[in-house]
């Protein structure tokens, strides 16, 4: 069972320049996440989605949009990346939001230069 | 505001006893979560407590005191595979997980 792949592993990125990290599961959970993890500041929130069709906004939402046309992806986009947007992103996934445990995809390392 | 307060760094021997702190402060909540993070790989899932108590799984445990805002995640007879940064996570009223910086985990032979 290959659980929650991401793609890109890593990536440098042109500021300015938009891209999409892509995200996908096979657990049939509802609910996915999209994190960023920053040395000494933990996992950020940025996006998430409890059902498919339905995205809301986490801690750090500016500057990243997301969709959920279905179940299984939840691709994350900067449409306009910054330095400040150097970061390693984890998408994640659960039954339900909140309170079940969450299943981590292995990140992607973005570097925008 | 919301807060998770856990120590940056800790170190143990092994085969010995650590106790890793968290304390928290959040709008609502709704359990106390903790993952294990190895080195450039993605966090995996440890413990979840929402009842005040010990939680005991294998060598891990894991307490809570809601009224005092404050779990602990207990590790015995530590091996060296233990190194990791250990997450502390709560989740809010809004049922969002708040999380903790981590905690830096360094087993000496």
Not at chain 1, 64 to 84: F, Q
Not at chain 2, 28 to 46: D, I, K, R, S, V
């Amino acid at each position: 069972t290959a659980g929650i792949t991401q793609a890109p592993t890593s990536q440098i990125l042109a500021a300015g320049r938009s891209m999409t990290l892509r995200c996908t599961q096979d657990m049939r959970h509802n609910a996915m996440y999209w994190y960023r993890q920053d040395l000494g500041l933990g996992l950020r929130l940025i996006h998430y989605s409890n059902t498919a069709g339905t995205t809301g906004k986490g801690e750090v939402p500016d500057g990243y949009s997301v969709s959920r046309a279905n179940s299984d992806d939840v691709p994350l986009t900067l449409a306009s990346a910054v330095p400040s947007q150097t970061s390693v992103y984890f998408c994640a996934s659960s039954e339900g939001p909140g309170n079940h445990e969450q299943y981590f995809g292995p990140g992607t390392r973005l570097t925008v230069t | 505001g919301q807060n998770i307060d856990q120590p940056t760094e800790m170190t143990a021997t092994e085969g010995a006893i650590v106790q890793i702190n968290c304390t928290y402060q959040t709008s609502g909540f709704n359990g106390l979560f903790w993952y294990q993070q190895h080195a450039g790989e993605a966090p995996t899932f440890l413990s979840y407590n929402v009842l005040d108590g010990l939680e005991e799984k294998g060598r891990f445990s894991s307490f809570l005191s809601r009224s005092k805002g404050y779990s602990y995640l207990l590790l015995k007879e530590l091996q060296m595979k233990d190194s990791a940064s250990y997450l502390c996570a709560v989740a809010d009223s809004n049922y969002q997980l708040i999380w903790g910086a981590g905690t830096k985990l360094i087993i000496k032979p």
